[in-house]
């Protein structure tokens, strides 16, 4: 019944259009009849229906190469091909420009998806049996097993830069309302707190790989390479996932039947859709955009998602003029690409990627991780809190919606885990409060010639990786990825922390050669009110000439207390990583508003220390055990959750070791347990101790109490212990 009355109304529309479009005639056998011109209608509505689901996957599949905007594009004019096909089988047939062709395939495949989408959401006896005849279908092609044999899996939906206090603002508001059900019935919700680089370049790599040793920023420069691994980079994804794996001889969260959906890295997940580090790749190996496949070779999905990407499109341009015209501040420029960028992550890929997670858990795997980036790129522009944010909010919500539903009528059980990677500072840009960038303070300091005009450094969230990459665009390449050789200092920006590289000294940079070299430089960075504070070779410098050894108990943690607990810790590791700059630059903070300065064009920010963009939550359902209070990285955050997926399916299997690795070992640097804001109820962890090397590790990891969360990943020993368990 639902098909016949989807196409009854198919027909009628078909009728609609026929009589309003000038360009658009249905002919009938005796030129004259009514009904046989409505018989004409119904069998072109017809043909063109099963057209479109014959023929559609396959002109997708066979255009799957094609950069992603460019087959949203060509998707109407596909779509009016097809139609032009339909009306000439049709022994009657009709009358149809090429240009009207489109809009009236546009229009019939709107409505029709509409139709079938309301006749569903009406009859939920319907979507029940639809739901089911699919997981079946994939069982049987799959060899799944059925509902009840297989055990739980889990689905974990990251949440991109929502930080713990805007979810519970949210979940409390009523603006999150299906967020709000699951903690009032199933769930509880506690924040952990991020290393010293609060962005999803470390945090995802931690979350999905186990390490986020040697990442001390969104981008860095390498001496060693001459080059700036930057994260959101295909090139540099791809060799940070490398080093990880090698590192701790495990090829991730998702080895085991799994499945990564929009991330920056695979987690060692088989099944890719929209993931950076494989991205480079060509050829049949690369499988990262197979998630544009399963969207839109149903054409009312593409039709209905391009025209959402204009509206988000006209929806951004009318929040910026609104913005400029009320005066808003902070405020930044809001043109060029971003307003097409704006509506790739929170319209084309939200959709994609949520059908991918939807796809998967009718096929019964065993663990998805999805990236859902819209609320981050958003706060970026708009800033944290806001009405712009408020409406990606919801609309994340209404997909958490979508994806429960589908749960329960999934092959197997799932317990859905949101998190988030990194929360969002608000605050004016350096720029915009001082009038000049960090590049023009060093080379001031420096005693180089500075631009009298400010140059604007571009914005590093993922959102313009990805969209750069849909269209096959190289992502900040040039003169920012390969520096010149010269003595001129590289400066590079990750949110609200700053980088400081000097290409002619190999190894990293005494204090000493910078004070000779550059007498003023330090004291023109540490006495700036845009600057919080700085770390060069292992001592932090702050304003007014304090000054504190890390290797001095107690010395970094008084002058740093203004950046919360714990910042001392996380400067410390960072100063033993090989790769840290010569001079890292921490922003200035200010603990009443929460506000910072970022480096970038950005007045909602992350990437160093202050305020809420290193809070951000994890949320789970009662049924797992509680993750334990003060988890403190993002290395911890991967040791939850790999107990929880051992919880549902047992251990996962390691990668074969690289020569000279240890199973298990801790890598030096890592962070140890430690002390962040406890969940409610919960009590505090044990004290952290300080970064030193593996004994170091070793000695936090032996003493850490049953039940908390540890950064390390499980030894080949004690994967077969467990598993015989």
């Not at 087959?71 to 009306?87: H, Q, R």
């Not at 690289?658 to 890598?667: E, F, N, T, V």
Request: charge should be neutral; charged fraction near 20%.
């Amino acid at each position: 019944m639902r098909v016949i009355l989807v196409w009854a109304v198919s027909t009628l529309t078909m009728l609609a259009l026929a009589g309003i479009l000038p360009d658009f005639r249905l002919r009938s056998g005796d030129g004259d009849s009514v009904t046989q011109i409505g018989l004409t209608a119904a069998w072109g509505a017809g043909a063109f229906g099963l057209l479109s689901a014959l023929v559609w996957p396959v002109l997708v599949r066979a255009l799957l190469l094609v950069p992603a905007l460019v087959l949203g594009l060509l998707v109407f004019f596909l779509n009016g091909s097809v139609l032009l096909i339909a009306l000439s089988l049709v022994p009657s047939g009709g009358e149809v420009a090429p240009d009207t062709a489109v809009v009236v395939a546009a229009v019939m495949s709107a409505v029709a998806s509409a139709t079938s989408t309301a006749l569903a959401v009406r009859d939920d006896e319907a979507y029940r049996r639809r739901l089911y005849r699919l997981a079946d279908r994939r069982r049987r092609r799959t060899g799944a097993p059925g509902a009840g044999a297989a055990p739980p899996g889990l689905v974990f939906l990251q949440l991109d830069g929502v930080g713990y206090e805007v979810l519970r603002h949210a979940a409390g508001s009523g603006l999150m309302p299906t967020v709000a059900g699951l903690l009032e019935s199933s769930h509880r919700v506690t924040s952990w707190r991020t290393d010293w680089s609060s962005q999803t370049g470390a945090s995802q790599l931690g979350i999905l790989h186990g390490s986020t040793f040697d990442v001390p920023a969104f981008r860095w420069y390498e001496k060693d390479t001459g080059e700036v691994v930057v994260c959101n980079r295909p090139t540099s994804a791809a060799e940070l996932q490398r080093r990880a794996i090698a590192r701790t001889g495990d090829g991730g969260l998702l080895t085991l039947d799994g499945a990564s959906r929009g991330n920056l890295f695979s987690g060692g997940a088989d099944q890719l859709a929209l993931v950076l580090s494989v991205s480079a790749r060509r050829g049949p190996a690369n499988r990262s955009r197979a998630g544009y496949f399963a969207y839109f070779c149903d054409p009312a999905n593409a039709v209905r998602t391009a025209l959402s990407f204009v509206a988000e499109v006209g929806r951004e341009i009318g929040q910026s003029v609104r913005a400029r015209l009320r005066e808003e501040e902070p405020r930044i420029g809001r043109g060029g690409l971003y307003p097409l960028i704006r509506a790739f992550a929170t319209v084309v890929e939200r959709d994609v990627v949520v059908a991918a997670v939807i796809g998967d858990m009718l096929a019964g795997r065993a663990a998805v991780y999805a990236d859902l980036v819209a609320y981050d790129e958003v706060a970026h522009h708009s800033g944290p809190r806001g009405r712009d944010t408020d409406k990606v909010l919801a609309r994340l919500d209404r997909s958490l919606a979508l994806i429960n539903r589908v749960a329960e009528h999934a092959p197997r059980a799932y317990r859905v885990v949101l998190l988030s990677d990194h929360g969002q500072s608000p605050g004016e840009t350096f720029l915009g409060r001082y009038g000049l960038t960090l590049k023009d303070l060093v080379r001031a300091g420096c005693g180089l010639p500075v631009s009298r005009r400010a140059g604007r450094t571009h914005s590093g969230a993922e959102a313009r990786a990805a969209f750069l990459t849909a269209l096959h665009r190289p992502v900040e390449e040039g003169e920012e990825a390969h520096p010149g050789p010269g003595s001129d200092p590289v400066v590079l920006a990750s949110g609200n922390l700053g980088l400081i590289s000097f290409p002619d000294v190999p190894g990293r940079a005494a204090r000493e050669w910078i004070e000779r070299a550059h007498p003023a430089l330090l004291t023109t960075l540490a006495n700036h009110p845009g600057v919080g504070f700085l770390l060069v070779d292992g001592v932090v410098l702050g304003p007014g000439g304090a000054e504190a050894r890390l290797d001095v108990p107690g010395a970094a943690e008084a002058l740093l207390a203004p950046f919360g607990p714990g910042a001392a810790v996380a400067v410390r590791r960072t100063d033993t990583f090989p790769h840290v700059a010569d001079v890292m630059v921490n922003s200035a903070y200010d603990p009443e508003t929460g506000a910072v300065h970022a480096f970038e064009e950005q007045i909602g920010s992350h990437g160093g220390l202050g305020g809420e963009q290193g809070h951000p939550f994890l949320m789970w359902p009662t049924v797992l055990s509680a993750p334990g209070a003060g988890l403190v990285g993002a290395e911890a955050v991967h040791g939850v959750l790999r107990r929880w997926v051992r919880e549902a399916d047992g251990p996962q299997v390691p990668v074969d070791l690289p020569q000279g690795a240890r199973p298990g070992a801790r890598a030096a640097g890592a962070l140890p347990g430690g002390v962040t804001e406890p969940a409610a109820g919960a009590a505090a962890g044990p004290a952290a101790g300080a970064a030193g090397g593996p004994a170091a590790g070793a000695a936090a990891e032996n003493h850490r109490p049953e039940g908390a969360a540890g950064g390390t990943l499980p030894s080949v020993e004690g994967a077969v212990r467990d598993e015989t368990r």
